[in-house]
């Protein structure tokens, strides 16, 4: 079955202080992992996607990277519109989307 | 591109209404579209995948017949919600994408929040 695992739960930062967001995975073959930004009181908002092992992707001040295991969002001096619900979520080709809890992210001016 | 959008965004209504919530892809043809739910602060949960021109796969535990589906054309997908009642409250999230095995990503309506009093 496969399953989606992300950490922390919650995140405050400082504006301009950079972190990372962890995305542990376990997939019956990877075909897809997507990272998407939701707003309370809106459906979430693409922002990547990365295929294989060793991919990077990158847009403004983040960048999304994968391993065989885990995907990292990287937010480089984050400010308070980077505040949202940042979900990870993977495809295997057999079902649906399956989609980790997100992490709530709030940074502070 | 990739735009999906869902009407209503918000519906109040009295128990025992049905109402209808409508799911559109604008710029793309979406042979596959999924129906979520979201509770306050919590992840999304899929109650059903629709396929245009077939019958939708429900999740376990999702009533079908409380939550009617028709994917009736490619940019095209309604929930019905039938004899609301107050436990049905909630954020209802819909998404489509070119088809069921294709790995491009999912995009999402900006949701619905239905409310029975």
């Known amino acids: 079955e496969d399953q989606v695992t992300q950490s922390p739960e919650a995140l405050r930062l400082q504006e301009g202080e950079s972190s990372s967001l962890n995305c542990s995975y376990t997939?019956?073959?990877?075909?897809?992992l997507f990272w998407y930004r939701q707003d309370p009181g809106k459906g979430p908002e693409f922002l990547f996607t990365?295929?294989?092992a060793g991919e990077e992707k990158e847009k403004e001040r983040l960048k999304a990277t994968l391993t065989k295991k885990e995907s990292f969002l990287h937010i480089t001096a984050p400010k308070p519109e980077d505040s949202a619900t940042y979900l990870c979520?993977?495809?295997?080709?057999?079902?649906?989307?399956?989609f980790g809890k997100g992490t709530r992210l709030s940074v502070i001016a | 591109g990739a735009v999906v959008s869902q009407h209503p965004s918000w519906v109040i209504c009295k128990s025992g209404t049905s109402v209808k919530i409508e799911c559109r892809s604008l710029?793309?043809?979406?042979?596959?579209m999924f129906w979520y739910r979201q509770f306050p602060k919590q992840s999304l949960m899929l109650m059903a995948t629709?396929?245009?021109?077939?019958?939708?796969?429900?999740e376990q535990g999702v009533e079908k017949d409380k939550f009617l589906i028709n994917h009736a054309s490619l940019t095209l997908s309604t929930l019905t919600v039938t004899s609301a009642h107050p436990e049905d409250s909630s954020f209802y999230i819909c998404?489509?994408?070119?088809?069921?095995?294709?790995?491009?990503?999912?995009?999402f309506g900006d949701g619905t929040r239905l409310s029975i009093l």
């Open positions: 979520a993977v495809y295997s080709g057999n079902t649906p989307l399956v």
């Open positions: 710029d793309f043809q979406a042979t596959t």
């Open positions: 629709s396929n245009e021109g077939s019958k939708a796969t429900y």
């Open positions: 997939v019956s073959g990877l075909r897809g």
């Open positions: 990365l295929y294989s």
């Open positions: 998404s489509a994408k070119p088809g069921l095995f294709s790995n491009q990503p999912q995009h």
